[in-house]
Nanobody, 114 residues
Framework: QVQLVESGGGLVQPGGSLRLSCAAS????????MGWYRQAPGKQRDLVAV???????DYADSVKGRFTISRDNAKSTVYLQMNSLKVEDTAVYYC????????WGQGTQVTVSP
């Protein structure tokens, strides 16, 4: 049974930082591409960042230079370091794992507000 458990969300002021974590189980973590998506109220769910099994990363244009995705294969955990947060980064953030199928976590709320 695949489980992806996100943590680290919360309320932060503009310009602040948060680090999201996603602990995976039930998968061969090192063989999976791991991603972070987000969904703001009334909007579609969009890809934020992805890190492939070989370590290559890709980011949405809106977060390039501010967010960093990383993975620790020994801990089966993927991280999203978010710096210089903006109000428009407010959303529910979801972790995904993809090899043959895409699995989703339950999401963690990030709220950026003065």
């Amino acid at each position: 049974q695949v489980q992806l458990v996100e943590s680290g969300g919360g309320l932060v002021q503009p310009g602040g930082s948060l680090r999201l974590s996603c602990a995976a189980s039930g998968i061969i973590f090192s063989a999976n591409a791991m991603g972070w998506y987000r969904q703001a109220p009334g909007k579609q769910r969009d890809l934020v960042a992805v890190i492939f099994s070989g370590g290559i990363t890709d980011y949405a244009d809106s977060v390039k230079g501010r967010f960093t995705i990383s993975r620790d294969n020994a801990k089966s955990t993927v991280y999203l370091q978010m710096n210089s947060l903006k109000v428009e980064d407010t959303a529910v953030y979801y972790c995904t794992s993809t090899r043959f199928y895409t699995h989703w976590g339950q999401g963690t709320q990030v709220t950026v507000s003065p």
